[in-house]
Protein backbone atom coordinates (compact mmCIF):
# COMPACT_ATOMS: atom_id res chain seq x y z
CA UNK A 1 0.00 0.00 0.00
CA UNK A 2 2.84 2.16 0.54
CA UNK A 3 4.44 2.11 -2.83
CA UNK A 4 1.01 2.83 -4.39
CA UNK A 5 0.29 5.72 -1.95
CA UNK A 6 3.69 7.08 -2.72
CA UNK A 7 2.76 6.60 -6.72
CA UNK A 8 -0.26 8.44 -6.30
CA UNK A 9 1.09 11.62 -4.18
CA UNK A 10 3.78 11.82 -6.79
CA UNK A 11 1.76 12.08 -9.93
CA UNK A 12 -0.56 14.42 -7.37
CA UNK A 13 2.42 16.61 -7.13
CA UNK A 14 3.62 16.52 -11.02
CA UNK A 15 0.14 17.19 -12.25
CA UNK A 16 -0.04 20.36 -9.62
CA UNK A 17 3.87 21.07 -11.06
CA UNK A 18 3.11 21.10 -14.73
CA UNK A 19 -0.36 22.95 -14.39
CA UNK A 20 2.12 25.79 -12.71
CA UNK A 21 4.81 25.67 -15.62
CA UNK A 22 1.99 25.73 -18.12
CA UNK A 23 0.33 29.09 -16.25
CA UNK A 24 4.09 30.48 -16.08
CA UNK A 25 4.44 29.63 -20.11
CA UNK A 26 1.38 31.30 -21.05
CA UNK A 27 2.01 34.21 -18.74
CA UNK A 28 5.84 34.78 -20.31
CA UNK A 29 4.03 34.63 -24.03
CA UNK A 30 0.79 37.04 -22.89
CA UNK A 31 4.07 39.10 -22.10
CA UNK A 32 5.85 38.97 -24.92
CA UNK A 33 2.75 39.50 -26.98
CA UNK A 34 2.20 43.12 -25.01
CA UNK A 35 5.24 44.33 -25.17
CA UNK A 36 5.14 43.29 -29.15
CA UNK A 37 8.15 41.10 -28.96
CA UNK A 38 7.03 38.78 -30.94
CA UNK A 39 8.59 35.95 -33.14
CA UNK A 40 7.92 36.98 -37.29
CA UNK A 41 7.85 33.22 -38.14
CA UNK A 42 5.62 32.36 -35.82
CA UNK A 43 3.10 34.70 -36.67
CA UNK A 44 3.30 34.35 -39.91
CA UNK A 45 2.86 30.21 -39.51
CA UNK A 46 -0.24 31.24 -36.94
CA UNK A 47 -1.48 33.39 -39.51
CA UNK A 48 -1.77 30.73 -41.99
CA UNK A 49 -3.22 28.56 -39.79
CA UNK A 50 -5.90 30.82 -37.92
CA UNK A 51 -9.37 29.93 -38.75
CA UNK A 52 -9.62 33.16 -40.02
CA UNK A 53 -7.15 36.36 -40.76
CA UNK A 54 -8.72 38.50 -38.30
CA UNK A 55 -5.84 40.37 -35.47
CA UNK A 56 -7.44 38.06 -32.32
CA UNK A 57 -7.80 34.98 -33.98
CA UNK A 58 -4.54 35.23 -35.30
CA UNK A 59 -3.21 36.23 -32.21
CA UNK A 60 -5.32 33.36 -30.09
CA UNK A 61 -3.36 31.32 -32.43
CA UNK A 62 -0.06 32.55 -31.75
CA UNK A 63 -0.17 32.33 -28.03
CA UNK A 64 -0.92 28.67 -28.42
CA UNK A 65 2.08 28.17 -31.31
CA UNK A 66 4.21 29.75 -28.32
CA UNK A 67 3.59 28.55 -25.95
CA UNK A 68 3.31 24.68 -27.35
CA UNK A 69 7.06 25.78 -28.64
CA UNK A 70 8.63 27.24 -25.15
CA UNK A 71 6.45 24.18 -23.62
CA UNK A 72 8.79 21.60 -26.18
CA UNK A 73 12.15 24.08 -25.73
CA UNK A 74 11.52 23.59 -21.39
CA UNK A 75 11.14 19.15 -22.18
CA UNK A 76 14.62 19.53 -24.54
CA UNK A 77 16.58 21.71 -21.33
CA UNK A 78 15.37 19.49 -19.01
CA UNK A 79 16.65 16.53 -20.56
CA UNK A 80 19.37 17.85 -21.44
CA UNK A 81 19.91 19.26 -17.50
CA UNK A 82 19.20 15.04 -16.90
CA UNK A 83 21.81 14.10 -19.31
CA UNK A 84 24.36 16.38 -18.30
CA UNK A 85 24.18 15.87 -14.46
CA UNK A 86 23.95 12.08 -15.19
CA UNK A 87 27.33 12.65 -16.78
CA UNK A 88 28.61 14.42 -13.93
CA UNK A 89 28.08 12.05 -11.29
CA UNK A 90 29.48 9.50 -13.06
CA UNK A 91 32.92 11.38 -13.27
CA UNK A 92 32.76 11.33 -17.20
CA UNK A 93 31.72 14.81 -17.70
CA UNK A 94 35.62 15.87 -19.06
CA UNK A 95 36.21 12.32 -20.87
CA UNK A 96 32.81 12.91 -22.99
CA UNK A 97 33.64 16.69 -23.91
CA UNK A 98 37.36 15.67 -24.78
CA UNK A 99 35.84 12.47 -26.71
CA UNK A 100 33.26 14.88 -28.57
CA UNK A 101 35.56 17.52 -29.59
CA UNK A 102 38.62 14.81 -30.55
CA UNK A 103 41.05 16.63 -29.21
CA UNK A 104 44.47 15.08 -28.87
CA UNK A 105 46.94 17.67 -27.85
CA UNK A 106 50.05 17.14 -26.15
CA UNK A 107 49.36 20.16 -23.75
CA UNK A 108 45.97 22.02 -22.73
CA UNK A 109 44.42 23.64 -25.52
CA UNK A 110 44.02 26.94 -26.33
CA UNK A 111 40.72 29.27 -27.06
CA UNK A 112 41.80 29.08 -30.84
CA UNK A 113 42.75 25.90 -30.71
CA UNK A 114 39.70 24.61 -29.76
CA UNK A 115 37.39 26.69 -31.97
CA UNK A 116 39.71 26.26 -35.10
CA UNK A 117 40.16 23.31 -35.18
CA UNK A 118 37.99 20.50 -37.29
CA UNK A 119 35.52 17.77 -36.30
CA UNK A 120 33.80 14.65 -38.23
CA UNK A 121 30.64 16.06 -36.78
CA UNK A 122 29.30 18.58 -38.29
CA UNK A 123 27.18 19.61 -35.48
CA UNK A 124 30.55 20.28 -33.14
CA UNK A 125 31.62 22.30 -36.21
CA UNK A 126 28.04 24.71 -36.17
CA UNK A 127 28.53 24.84 -32.68
CA UNK A 128 31.95 26.40 -32.66
CA UNK A 129 31.09 28.71 -35.32
CA UNK A 130 28.30 29.80 -33.16
CA UNK A 131 30.52 30.68 -30.62
CA UNK A 132 33.16 32.49 -32.67
CA UNK A 133 30.55 34.82 -33.76
CA UNK A 134 29.19 35.48 -30.39
CA UNK A 135 25.19 33.33 -31.39
CA UNK A 136 25.70 30.95 -28.46
CA UNK A 137 22.46 29.96 -26.24
CA UNK A 138 22.42 31.99 -23.59
CA UNK A 139 21.06 29.19 -21.19
CA UNK A 140 23.19 26.57 -22.31
CA UNK A 141 26.48 28.95 -22.07
CA UNK A 142 25.25 29.43 -18.21
CA UNK A 143 25.01 25.98 -17.70
CA UNK A 144 28.03 25.24 -18.63
CA UNK A 145 29.56 27.49 -16.51
CA UNK A 146 27.84 26.29 -13.65
CA UNK A 147 28.95 22.63 -14.97
CA UNK A 148 32.83 23.94 -14.93
CA UNK A 149 32.17 25.88 -11.77
CA UNK A 150 35.03 27.91 -12.66
CA UNK A 151 36.17 31.34 -15.38
CA UNK A 152 38.29 29.18 -17.47
CA UNK A 153 36.85 30.07 -20.60
CA UNK A 154 38.56 26.64 -22.09
CA UNK A 155 36.57 24.75 -20.25
CA UNK A 156 33.33 26.45 -20.28
CA UNK A 157 33.58 26.33 -24.36
CA UNK A 158 34.12 22.55 -24.26
CA UNK A 159 31.37 21.97 -21.69
CA UNK A 160 29.09 24.64 -23.95
CA UNK A 161 29.86 22.41 -27.21
CA UNK A 162 28.87 19.06 -25.67
CA UNK A 163 25.51 20.49 -23.73
CA UNK A 164 24.79 22.09 -27.51
CA UNK A 165 25.53 19.35 -29.76
CA UNK A 166 23.46 17.23 -27.10
CA UNK A 167 20.80 19.95 -27.84
CA UNK A 168 21.06 19.60 -31.40
CA UNK A 169 21.41 16.02 -31.93
CA UNK A 170 17.83 16.21 -29.81
CA UNK A 171 16.31 18.87 -32.41
CA UNK A 172 17.68 16.59 -35.07
CA UNK A 173 15.31 13.40 -34.29
Do not use: C
Not at 60 to 81: G, N
Not at 109 to 118: A, D, G, H
Request: glycine share 2%.
Amino acid sequence: MGFLNNFLITRQAQKVSDLAAEEEIYAQVKNEVESNNISEGLWAKAASSASSSDYEDVKREYIRLRAERLHEERKLYSQILKETQEIAENGLQQRRVEEKLKLHFDERPTVSQILESKSENPLINTVKDEIKTGAVHRKLWDRAEEEVESTDQVEIIKAYIVLRTAYLETQRK
